[in-house]
């Protein structure tokens, strides 16, 4: 009899331990999946508000602008057949630079409503944002992607992107980096964006640590991996690689 009250002892201890240990793995589950939704979240309500104050740039101030261009063109139109020499070229003037604020402006408004990303796909738009900062910053920015890149859906593409703009945001407004490169390399299944720059390097507890959560988020939700590297003279170097197969619970496209 001992042995039989012995015996079911350690099977209600051990029918206990397992329990305790199956609820302890449900509760992990459990917040990793909250993790999860708490990050597809946060990269939606960043998409939203970028779309936002993109389509205000577009539809608010590049239009404004390009009505005082045509106002500014108008005078100098007049100024010159009232044979003002001086002032009509003072209004020409003005017309260059408020064509340039227009250019600079559309740039804006495309860098943060990406929807060109699925129009001339990732290659393109990549190169496209490298000649947009180049003119925004005045800084030497250019793009090298592999001539096998393009195995890749739209909702890939666009975290990419952003990825990409969110590196070269760091590198320009917190590294004063004079020199930025994009490389884009696709082989195999394999996918992998980096972004080099010259800058005095970026410190995740800085002003720019949510930037870095952000594109780390977008890694994850596209099945890859960031990684964040100081570079041997100057500089930094951000690289997300992921597998073009991943079938994960992407967000919408912006």
Known sequence: ???????????????AALRSKSDI??????LLEHSQRLEREIVKISEAEQRRIGQDLHDGLCQYLAGLTCR??????????LHLPADANAADELVKLLKEAVVQTRDLARKLVPAHVNR??????????AQSVAR???????????PGSGNWDEHMATHLYRIAQEAINNATKH???????LFLDAVGRSVTLRIEDDGTGISESGSEGMGLDIMRYRARLIGGQ???KTRNSRGTVVAC??????????????
Do not use: K, Y
């Open 25 to 30: 793995a449900a509760q992990r589950i459990a």
């Open 175 to 181: 590294a004063q980096a004079g020199d930025i490169s």
């Open 226 to 228: 960031l990684t964040i």
């Open 241 to 254: 690689t992921a597998r073009t197969d991943f079938q994960g619970n992407e967000i919408a496209a912006a």
């Open 120 to 129: 001339l796909g990732l290659v393109l738009a990549l190169e496209s944002l």
């Open 1 to 15: 009899m001992p042995r039989h009250v012995g015996f079911f002892l350690i099977v209600a201890v051990v029918g």
């Open 136 to 146: 925004l910053h005045g800084i030497n920015c250019g793009c090298r992607c592999h």
């Open 72 to 81: 500014a063109t108008l005078l100098r139109d007049d100024l010159q057949e």
